[in-house]
């Protein structure tokens, strides 16, 4: 397969004696190897969703959701192409440095990537039309649903998630003094302090929309920025180095990850949401722990590896509007809006948001903290502090420096081909798979966490602020 691979590289050399329908044909033959080669060694990345016709053009949910609102044939349409194209780039340079048969030609391969993405692009002139029929999967299993009798088994969730709502809302009652303390209270603050004052912020947030798409594509510096302004300070109740961050590691002759608590880092991811009408840039913070230790032989939510997503919604004005955050398995999705944010009322046929605490306003030189349980690892309350030089230092990296990880031998994601973190089963999955979420409890990708267990939900839904919230009058 590898020869076949690069030898239709090889052939790339002779294009320009070829006619179009050649050309496109050794192309698509050479997706389609490297395709095959890329799922048997199970080493596909599965971020972003794969486009049936167009091989070399990935997506996720915010991007179609923009489709919608692209004019074919227009500047912001070839833009829109331009980011798709992007990144299925990345992703497939990911999956050839993760296949121990292509790594070694890596810089070979990658360019006739990009060659023979731009060839059929231009021959094939995707039509809107065509990819808008196509959809991101859902992060549900229907048939699941269906075979567990879901309006019944959903019964007893409801009153589980009820309950849980109600265990919180009384934690958040409580005054943060109050709050127990398992060990050590040990702080976790940005090694970077970003930009200072919301003027700044808006600065960049327009120059980055200045683009044909009109959303905030913010530069690598520009993004450097924002993510160091607005990263929180993670106050963590550490009882055992199971609850230290750190950087998840592949060891070798491991057939699952370890995290490594000898250096603290938080992995951040840029998206996008939209709010009345108008998009909006998300900055999101991810941490990972060890593990949540099991309490008793009946604990069926404990288990290897463990974390916590952080995200914050920015307006316009550069101040935030929203923050949210879930486990890394998608579960525990918790809303703080603003002052300027309501919910909208319940829909009994999906699971309700739930906002235990109004976000508190930033001032001047004043950060986010969050307060973090020992061994559940839950999110207890969100308060302003200011910066001190008393707490340790994080660094931040790129989250999808995870999807290519070292392992002594090449190269390997965190994730396997379906976005789930191997070894991270929880017993929990013998009761809800009921709910249609596959690998319930279990860490994942972005792009596959869903976050309600009756109805549907995803994180990373762009109508998802639409939805849940209205303005505060």
């Known amino acids: 397969m590898l020869l076949a691979i690069t030898l239709t590289g090889c052939a790339s050399q002779t294009y320009a004696r070829k006619d179009g329908d050649e050309q496109s044909k050794s192309c698509r033959s050479f997706f389609a190897s490297l395709d095959d080669t890329v799922a048997k060694a199970g080493t596909g990345d599965s971020q972003e969703a794969r486009l049936a016709d167009f091989p070399y053009l990935r997506v996720n949910r915010f991007d179609l959701s923009l489709l919608a609102k692209t004019p074919e044939n227009s500047p912001a349409w ?14 497939r340079g990911i999956e050839i440095a993760n296949t121990p048969t292509l790594a070694p030609q890596q810089d070979t391969l990658q360019h006739k990537v990009n060659q023979c993405g731009q060839l059929l692009r231009q021959q094939d002139k995707p039509a809107k039309k065509r990819i808008q029929s196509q959809q991101v999967a859902p992060e549900y299993q229907q048939w699941k649903r269906i075979l567990g009798v879901a309006p019944l088994t959903s019964l007893g969730i409801k009153m589980g998630v009820k309950r849980w709502h109600e265990e919180t809302h009384a934690l958040y009652a409580q005054p943060l003094h109050q709050l127990a303390i398992k060990g050590e209270l040990i702080r976790y603050l940005p090694e970077k302090k970003g930009v200072t004052k919301a003027q700044q912020v808006a600065g960049i947030l327009q120059q980055a929309s200045r683009n044909p798409l009109n959303i905030p594509l913010p530069t690598p510096v520009e993004q450097e920025q924002l993510f160091a302004t607005f990263a929180p300070v993670w106050e963590v109740d550490t009882a055992s180095n199971d609850d230290r961050i750190g950087a998840p590691t592949w060891f070798p002759h491991r057939t699952a990850p370890r995290v490594d608590t000898s250096r603290p880092v938080v992995y951040h991811h840029l998206s996008h949401t939209w709010w009345q009408g108008r998009p909006l840039l998300q900055l999101s913070y991810q941490v990972w722990f060890p593990r949540r230790p099991l309490q008793s032989g009946m604990d069926l939510l404990g288990g290897e590896v463990d974390g916590i997503l952080w ?27 603003t002052a300027r944010l309501q919910v909208k009322e319940e829909d009994e046929d999906r699971e309700p948001p739930f906002a235990p605490q109004q976000a508190p306003p930033l001032q001047a030189g004043e950060r986010m903290k969050i307060r973090v349980s020992s061994l559940a690892h839950m999110v207890d309350r969100i308060l302003p502090v200011q910066s001190e030089n008393t707490a340790t230092n994080y660094t931040m990296m790129e989250d999808h420096t995870l999807r290519s990880l070292p392992t ?4 390997r994601s965190l994730y396997d081909e379906n976005g789930i973190v191997p070894g991270t089963e929880r017993g929990e999955r013998y009761i809800f798979w009921t709910t249609g979420v596959p690998h319930p409890g279990e860490m994942r990708q972005w792009g ?16 998802l602020l639409d939805r849940t919230f209205k303005p505060k009058n």
């Open 78 to 91: 070839q833009a829109w192409l331009d980011l798709a194209q992007e990144r299925d780039q990345k992703a």
């Open 311 to 337: 995200r914050v919604t920015l307006q316009e004005d550069g101040t935030p509007l929203l923050y949210d955050t879930i486990h890394n398995c998608g579960c525990y999705h918790l809303f703080f809006p």
């Open 408 to 411: 002594g031998e090449g190269f």
């Open 448 to 463: 596959h966490h869903a976050t309600a267990f009756f109805g549907y939900r995803h994180f990373d839904d762009p109508d």
